[in-house]
């Protein structure tokens, strides 16, 4: 069963650790299937944004979430843009 969902300042610092890892493993597996298609900046922003994640790592107080939140909603918006691409969903600006 799972539990209900929490913010980051809810969540304690092993499972903050284990959500950054999660959404890095899948930064990191978007690089290689978007290098794979040819996208060689995509894969570097994809690579960028998970070394930012894992940066952000080393820092166990959870005084200032702030920018893991930024990045975690930015790295988030990122994968979901690049689905949606290749579910064929169109992005309008």
């Known amino acids: ?40 900046r995509l894969a570097e922003n994809f690579r960028a944004m998970a070394a930012m994640i894992e940066g952000e790592s080393g820092e166990r107080s959870s005084d200032n979430l702030r920018p893991l939140e930024l990045i975690l909603t930015q790295a988030l918006t990122l994968l979901q843009l690049y689905m949606d691409k290749a579910t064929g969903n169109r992005v309008l600006h």
Not at 7 to 19: C, D, I, K
Request: proline share 5%; aromatic share 2%; charged share 25%.
């Open 1 to 40: 069963m799972q539990s209900a969902p929490k913010s980051l300042p809810e969540m304690n610092v092993g499972e903050r650790h284990a959500m950054m890892n999660t959404v890095s493993e899948a930064l990191f597996d978007a690089a290689e299937h978007a290098s794979e298609e040819g996208d060689v």
